[in-house]
């Protein structure tokens, strides 16, 4: 009986979405334009993500990430997640970013989804590009 | 507590002791002059003292100078000098300098400064002048002629007409990988010295030339890079035996071109990364050099450091005294005719933490 209804609650939900799939736009159909203003976003990310890094403010004591990791180079986001040795388990770069704002930088750490961690770790992936996946690699 | 302390403190200075008598001294008697005139010398750079706020600085960096100073003064036998090769302070600032001066003023011993880019551009070496002296010159000892050379210098417009103000300037330049610095050079004015200083040198005697950035081209983004090297090296190249040390990169660098060896020396601050894990530019890491370790920021002296120097062969051996770390030595083989690594230099002897990406 219950069995009975959800399929037919599920049917009328497929009919409702095929009827509006042919009134709309394809979902899966995008522009040169789309694909401009997408990238612009990213890169606009990028760019904060940069400013963050060479931000002397970002911690208490004015050190900045960039002071260490020129270009967020030695880094190593492509070895993410990976098993941290220091720290005894395996971890994400966002976590490795936050000991870095805690010990050398005397700051206090982000939320894994602060906008400013979003444009850290785009930055450091995006001066990594090209390089292959390697979760886990020392 | 406060004997828990004391015996704490205690065996830490036990440890470094022990850490110093472990250093790895050449004793190779001296080709070229008597045998008692072998001597050492101290070399410690890059501490970039960086003023937060008030009578705040930046503790990690601090340390790193503090600890070079208290083992350099326990050496037996005692160096003959102590040279600081630049980027004493990080943004230039009477605060800075004072407090790396008062510093480096605990050393036991003769001490000469190299000029790094970190000293200069807030006021052109103005205060830093009046703590340490000239910006190049040149001096003999035992028998080898040393050399000081401003090598972080650029061209007049990027120096004087391009920044509304001083402060941005030093941040510019402050800046390792900032596309709006300027590369490095000597200049005509510092090389027509440099050929006039030379002028009464016998060819066979032994050089060390003294700069804070390489005079040879590495890698051109991070200023690791002297953009008239060629034109240096050519007033060196007619000497037989010529030595080139230098800071600013950070890391353990040694090549040869000619007659002239190239060695770089460690930060007392901070480590840097070499120039090929940067993945979107070419480096020219000179193929001899065996990296150090790759640094591990939970223990914040490593990967940093300085160095006990002789020049007994005529050429320079550079003992490196690295902080949480097994000290290596990087000395000229005459055989080879360039400098090697004593312990790492075959490939086969890397080890899986020297391998850098």
């Known amino acids: 009986m219950k069995k009975e209804i959800i399929a037919s609650g599920l049917a009328a939900v497929v009919g409702l979405s095929l009827s509006l799939w042919t009134a709309t736009a394809r979902a899966d159909e995008f522009t040169k334009q789309d694909v401009e203003r997408w990238t612009g976003q990213f890169m606009g990310v990028v760019a904060q993500g940069r400013s963050l890094w060479t931000d002397g403010k970002l911690g208490t004591n004015g050190v900045a990430c960039a002071q260490c990791h020129p270009n967020a180079a030695n880094t190593h986001p492509e070895t993410y997640p990976k098993f941290q040795k220091q720290i005894g388990k395996v971890i994400t770069l966002p976590e490795m970013i936050n000991w870095c704002l805690r010990n050398p930088l005397e700051g206090q750490p982000l939320a894994l989804d602060d906008p400013k961690m979003t444009a850290m770790v785009a930055y450091v992936t995006y001066e990594r590009r090209g390089v292959k996946l390697e979760p886990g690699k020392h | ?357």
Not at chain 2, 47 to 76: C, M, P, Y
Not at chain 2, 252 to 277: C, D, E, H, K, R
Request: proline content about 6%.
């Open chain 2, 1 to 357: 507590m406060s004997s828990n302390y004391s015996r704490r403190s205690f065996l830490r200075t036990a440890g470094t002791v022990a850490a110093v008598g472990a250093l790895p001294v050449t004793w190779v008697e001296l080709a070229f002059a008597k045998p008692e005139d072998n001597f050492t010398f101290a070399y410690i750079s890059d501490s970039h003292i960086q003023h937060i706020r008030g009578n705040k600085f930046v503790n990690n960096w601090d340390r790193g100078l503090i600890r070079a100073v208290a083992e350099t003064n326990l050496i037996s036998p005692k160096p003959d000098f102590v040279m600081f090769g630049g980027d004493l302070a990080q943004l230039g600032t009477k605060a800075e300098l004072d407090h790396g001066a008062g510093m480096l003023s605990k050393l036991n011993g003769k001490l000469r400064c190299v000029m790094g880019e970190h000293d200069y551009y807030l006021d052109l070496g103005e205060y830093w002048s009046k703590l340490f002296g000239p910006q190049y010159y040149s001096f003999d000892h035992k028998g080898v002629h040393f050399v000081v050379l401003n090598s972080i210098l650029t061209t007049e417009e990027w120096t004087h007409n391009r920044w509304p103000t001083a402060e941005q300037r030093m941040l510019e330049m402050a800046g390792l990988d900032n596309p709006n610095g300027s590369p490095f050079m000597v200049g005509e004015k510092q090389r027509e010295w440099l050929a006039k200083d030379l002028s009464g040198i016998a060819k066979d005697t032994p050089i060390v030339v003294f700069s804070h950035s390489p005079i040879q081209k590495i890698f051109k983004a991070w200023n690791f890079w002297t953009d008239d090297a060629e034109q240096v090296q050519a007033l060196l190249q007619p000497f037989s035996q010529v030595n080139v040390v230098y800071g600013h990169v950070h890391q353990i660098q040694y090549n040869q071109i000619g007659n002239l060896s190239f060695n770089s020396v460690m930060a007392t601050a901070w480590p840097w990364p070499y120039p090929q894990t940067y993945a979107q530019a070419e480096s020219m890491l000179p193929k001899l050099t065996i990296p150090m370790n790759r640094a591990d920021p939970f223990f914040e002296r490593d990967a940093t450091g300085w160095q006990l120097i002789d020049v007994n062969t005529g050429r320079v051996s550079l003992n490196y005294n690295l902080y949480s770390n097994r000290p290596r030595t990087v000395a000229f083989d005459p055989k080879l005719g360039h400098p090697v690594d004593k312990q790492f230099q075959t490939e086969a002897a890397l080890e899986p933490n020297q391998v850098q990406y």
